[in-house]
């Protein structure tokens, strides 16, 4: 894509080539100000190295998470006293991402800075995925099981929301 080589294509024929959702959340993570320099090849890789693609298997790994433990989201009960189980500095990563979600959204809403919204997700995705490789969900302590699975219930929420008003699939499966 060239403008000065007379080369270019359309957004529609973008959109063909990448994905719709690969190509709103291009365009969503730059600054509106900002060039855009669209990297096809990174758009259509299915490797965390795509951001799009990174945010859309943690959900989808969540998911995968929660199936296997045979729990409804509205079963997971949790007390105070389990939630002081989540003291891996994994689990405190992914709990302090989650809390920024609702000022994150209201300054973007304040000063239309869209891209704090991707930008947020694939940092959410990064602590989910660092959380994943550090701390089993499912073990043999029932109440710790518990804890993360309501850890990740949570992320998965906010996951999905964000995705949601980018306008963004989240992917049960991948």
Do not use: W
């Amino acid at each position: 894509m060239s403008k000065r080589e007379g080369t270019f294509i359309t957004l529609e024929e973008l959109v063909d080539e990448v994905g719709l959702d690969a190509a709103r959340f291009f365009f969503l993570q730059r600054n509106p100000d900002s060039h855009l320099n669209f990297d096809l090849s990174l758009a259509k890789e299915q490797s965390e190295k795509n951001p799009v693609y990174y945010v859309q298997y943690a959900y989808a790994r969540i998911c995968s998470i929660v199936e296997k433990s045979k729990v409804q989201n509205s079963k997971v009960k949790t007390t105070a006293q389990n939630l002081k189980l989540l003291n891996h500095l994994s689990e405190l990563r992914l709990i302090k991402h989650l809390i920024k979600f609702p000022e994150i959204i209201e300054d973007t809403a304040k000063d239309y800075q869209v891209q704090r919204l991707p930008q947020y997700a694939y940092k959410l995705a990064g602590s989910f995925h660092q959380f994943y490789r550090n701390c089993r969900v499912l073990t043999e302590d029932k109440e710790l099981s518990k804890s993360r699975l309501a850890l990740i219930l949570a992320t998965k929420i906010v996951l999905k929301n964000a995705l949601d008003i980018m306008g963004i699939s989240a992917p049960e499966r991948m």
